[in-house]
Nanobody, 116 residues
């Protein structure tokens, strides 16, 4: 069973920055893609950013230019650098790993609150 452990959430003022981390219990090259999703109260979970096994990335339009997904393969860790945070970025952020055999894994989630 794969474990994904997120960290780095918290309370930040508008315009501030946070970096989320997702540590995987196995080699991240074994996944087709890894990504970050978020779910705000009363809303559906939405994709924030993806990074493929070959390192290509995609970011949601709402976060382009502000958020950046990256990885450290030696640490089996994926990051989400979040800059210029807005109140509408407030949500629980989840790490996801999608395997090549359509297996799918989720982390426990980390709360991000943007408020003055």
């Amino acid at each position: 069973q794969v474990q994904l452990v997120e960290s780095g959430g918290g309370l930040v003022q508008p315009g501030g920055s946070l970096r989320l981390s997702c540590a995987a219990s196995r080699n991240i090259f074994s996944f087709d893609a890894m990504g970050w999703y978020r779910q705000a109260p009363g809303k559906q979970r939405e994709l924030v950013a993806l990074i493929s096994s070959i390192g290509s990335t995609n970011h949601a339009e709402s976060v382009k230019g502000r958020f950046t997904i990256s990885r450290d393969v030696a640490k089996n860790t994926v990051y989400l650098q979040m800059n210029s945070l807005k109140p509408e970025d407030t949500a629980v952020y989840y790490c996801n790993a999608a395997g090549f055999s359509r297996d799918n894994y989720w982390g426990q989630g980390t709360q991000v609150t943007v408020s003055s």
